[in-house]
């Protein structure tokens, strides 16, 4: 079993943090690990997580990239602001200005709310100028609610109704026990992820102020991102794990179709929503695979 997610290890320290300034003068926070002069993988997280979720990724590709992420506004070291899909692409593009320099290209992955941000941007001049190629890994584009099977429920407006009530219940999570536990792995992990990656992703998604919880989900609610995953012209790979319940897998096979240049699709067996945490090798190296073959490192160029 992977030791990267056990209590005892710390959280991978950046070498650089930064700070970039989005379009309505919100202040992120970003983090850089490894070398300047590696090629650069540019990671966005979902919902109610932060910077910690990607400690796996971090952990293996800082040996020979430059790691950039950065906590979405109101999650982990960024302060609250207002929100929507247009303030996701705001963001990554404001990310992207201050930590590439200009022309620079890089690998964009993005997980869930992380994915959608990478369609908000899809058609904005400075995703344009920095994506070589996109992950999008457990996410979707529209119709997240109705799609959604955390309540095991037939599909149909009550379901969808009652959905949007547990997914937007402004009551706090509390403190992470074995019963919270036992609520996020079935909500959002596969039933075999072990007690230390569940540990982990309870005191990430735990960690989640309870305004932007709420906010954000208002905002996931009424996703509707169909045309910008037909204006993300780049190679993309789209990863979901088989037993998601919060993106099931009929939203990557969606996406698969819809994306001009969809490299690959790839169902993870057994995984749930969480998939850089519960199938940590697999994401990395699909993120590792397009780095390699869309990436021109500063030798090759010269």
């Known amino acids: 079993m992977s030791r990267l997610f056990r209590r005892t290890d710390a959280p991978p320290v950046p070498d650089r943090e930064l700070t970039a300034l989005s379009a309505d003068g919100s202040r992120l926070h970003v983090e850089v690990h490894g070398s300047k002069d590696a090629p650069a993988v540019v990671l966005a997280h979902g919902w109610t997580c932060s910077t910690l979720f990607w400690a796996a990724q971090i952990r293996d590709l800082a040996a020979d990239h430059r790691v950039v992420v950065y906590d979405q506004r109101g999650h982990g070291r960024t302060p609250a602001g207002p929100v929507g899909t247009e303030k996701l692409a705001d963001d990554l593009e404001a990310v992207l200005a201050a930590a590439l320099a200009p022309g620079e290209q890089a690998v964009l992955a993005g997980h869930s709310m992380g994915g959608m941000t990478m369609m908000a941007a899809s058609r904005r001049p400075g995703f344009r100028e920095h994506a070589a190629a996109v992950l999008l890994c457990s996410t979707g584009s529209a119709g997240l609610v109705a799609e959604s099977l955390v309540l095991p429920m037939r599909p149909g407006p009550l379901r969808t109704r009652l959905t949007h009530l547990v997914l937007g219940a402004r009551a706090p999570l509390g403190p992470v026990t074995p019963l919270s536990r036992r609520i996020l792995k079935y909500a959002t992990m596969g039933p075999g992820s072990s007690p230390e990656r569940v540990d982990a ?26 045309e910008g995953v037909r204006a993300l012209t780049v190679p993309t790979v789209v990863v979901a794990g088989t037993v998601d319940r919060l993106t099931p897998l009929v939203h990557a096979k969606r996406l698969a179709l819809d994306l001009p240049h969809c490299v690959e699709l790839v169902e993870l067996a057994g995984m749930g929503h969480m998939t850089p945490v519960e199938a940590p090798e697999a994401v990395t190296g699909k993120i590792r695979e397009l780095a390699g073959t869309y990436l021109t490192t500063k030798e090759e160029a010269a």
């Open 201 to 226: 992703c309870a005191r990430i998604v735990h960690a989640c102020p309870r305004t932007a919880r709420v906010a954000w989900s208002h905002v996931l609610g009424e996703l509707d991102l169909d």
